[in-house]
């Protein structure tokens, strides 16, 4: 019912910048929030931000480096990342919450990665 298409990811050092969008297509979508997630490798995948009509929520460990935002009209989400750190290093899964209240449903991005070295 929902396709989602990340981009962005990549290598950048510490203290760099980095893009991400997510894109979500459909029929006569009711998107509720868009979000993105992280994953390190052996460690759980965690919220790193969200957003909704209302809200945005991000991980303390992100909080005044990153800032989401989203593009209603296109059903697009991004993710701005800057200042970035090493442990920002994972897979970041772009999600979204769709539909009404008797037939939400929880969609997944493929996943992007970012690596921060020097």
């Known amino acids: 019912q929902v396709q989602l298409v990340e981009s962005g990811g990549g290598l950048v050092q510490p203290g760099g910048s980095l893009r991400l969008s997510c894109t979500a297509s459909?029929?006569?979508?009711?998107?509720?929030?868009m979000g993105w997630y992280r994953q390190a490798p052996g460690k759980e995948r965690e919220l790193v931000a969200e957003?909704?009509?209302?809200?945005?929520n991000y991980a303390d460990s992100v909080k005044g480096r990153f800032t989401i935002s989203r593009d209603n009209a296109k059903n697009l989400v991004y993710l701005q990342m800057n200042s970035l750190k090493p442990e920002d290093t994972g897979v970041y899964y772009c999600?979204?919450?769709?539909?009404?209240?008797?037939?939400?449903?929880?969609?997944w991005g493929q996943g992007t990665q970012v690596t921060v070295s020097s």
């Open positions: 957003i909704t009509s209302g809200r945005t």
């Open positions: 999600n979204v919450d769709e539909g009404s209240l008797w037939n939400r449903r929880d969609y």
């Open positions: 459909g029929s006569r979508l009711t998107i509720n929030g």
